[in-house]
């Protein structure tokens, strides 16, 4: 069965940082694009950072210069390294398959997604 676990979640002050992984399992993530995708409470899933097989990354607008995607294909693990934390980055993320409308599509298909709350 595949798995994906999420972690690394948690409460921080405006400004900080957190590191979120997502260990794959039963799914070889270097045969497909990747996503972080996060939902706020009463608000639709948002696509935040794919990491393509190509080799590059894509960031929203409202991540990007804070927010770095990366994977270990090795380790079949995404990372989301998320700096200079903003209220707003409170959601639950979840890593899926995909991108755009399709990894949206997938929230809660997977992983539980990892909470992360920025509050002072």
């Known amino acids: 069965q595949v798995q994906l676990v999420e972690s690394g979640g948690g409460m921080v002050q405006p400004g900080g940082s957190l590191r979120l992984s997502c260990v794959i399992s039963r799914f070889n993530i270097g045969s497909y694009d990747m996503s972080w995708v996060r939902q706020a409470p009463g608000k639709g899933p948002e696509d935040i950072s794919t990491?393509?097989?190509?080799?590059?990354?894509w960031h929203d607008d409202s991540v990007k210069g804070r927010f770095t995607m990366s994977r270990d294909n090795a380790k079949n693990t995404l990372y989301l390294e998320m700096n200079r934390l903003k209220p707003e980055d409170t959601a639950l993320y979840y890593c899926?398959?995909?991108?755009?409308?399709?990894?949206?599509?997938?929230?809660?298909?997977w992983g539980q997604g990892t909470q992360v709350t920025v509050s002072s």
């Open positions: 899926v398959p995909g991108y755009g409308q399709v990894a949206r599509n997938q929230v809660g298909s």
């Open positions: 990491s393509y097989i190509r080799g590059d990354t």
